[in-house]
């Protein structure tokens, strides 16, 4: 059965990733910051990609609202809330301007687009999925974007509570992964980089949790390799 699924930050890496391989099977909303013809990743022809950037919450909101609207989507199965941003730092300072905009994208825009998307989960008894970071408890040279990610855990949590038994809720806690992520923040992780997840190694990993409804998970290389090994499949 085909399934109505919105996926922001689904312009490039994970979330591009996650889109591509589920609109195989459904119909998939994609939103991101850039227009669509400066999209230089592999883009399936069907998905519908809406150009809204989360560094202005409130109107990036109303934009996704109307996108749903005219799409003529009355419900969704699944909402994926991936767009995140993050800059690293020395000594814990941070300019207000990147601080603002790390958490317009990462948390104020993911509580409105939540409040939102409401009518439209409840409608299909659908899940919310809230992306975090395993960074989410502290994480060296990004202390604003581990902050965003602490605080979305605890969002997740209290919205699990309030919306049981009418939309399901879960947050997904990503590794490292091989994206232009760090590259956009100033970070360089050197070698780290070849142990990191592929972007369709993770966005794997996320079809299989997203249709679990458990929170909160950790989606790791170990993780990976483990359910790789447990279920006998390539993810």
């Not at 207000?96 to 939102?116: H, K, Q, V």
């Not at 699990?160 to 997904?172: F, N």
């Amino acid at each position: 059965m085909r399934r109505k699924i919105l996926i922001t930050g689904g312009s490039s890496g994970i979330g591009l990733a996650l889109a591509n391989r589920l609109s195989i099977h459904h119909d998939v909303m994609v939103t991101g910051s850039r227009p669509q013809t400066d999209i230089t990743e592999p883009f399936s022809s069907d998905l519908i990609y809406v150009q809204a950037s989360q560094s202005e919450p409130e109107t990036a909101v109303k934009t996704i609202a109307e996108a749903l609207l005219k799409a003529g989507w009355v419900k969704l199965d699944n909402v994926v809330l991936n767009a995140g941003t993050g800059f690293a730092v020395k000594d814990a300072i941070d300019d207000i301007g990147r601080l603002r905009e790390t958490m317009d994208i990462n948390l104020t825009a993911t509580i409105l687009l939540s409040r939102t998307l409401y009518p439209w989960l409840a409608k299909a008894g659908g899940t919310l999925s809230i992306v975090g970071s395993v960074a989410h408890k502290g994480q060296a040279l990004f202390p604003a974007y581990a902050a965003s990610k602490g605080a979305l855990n605890a969002f997740a949590r209290a919205l699990r509570s309030e919306w049981q038994s009418r939309v399901a809720v879960q947050i997904l806690h990503l590794g490292p992964t091989r994206t232009d992520m760090h590259a956009k923040a100033g970070h360089d992780p050197g070698r780290l980089r070849s142990i990191f997840m592929r972007p369709s190694s993770m966005a794997a990993m996320m079809e299989f949790a997203m249709a679990s409804k458990r929170s909160p998970l950790t989606l790791s290389f170990r993780r990976y390799a483990s359910a790789g090994s447990r279920l006998g499949r390539n993810l």
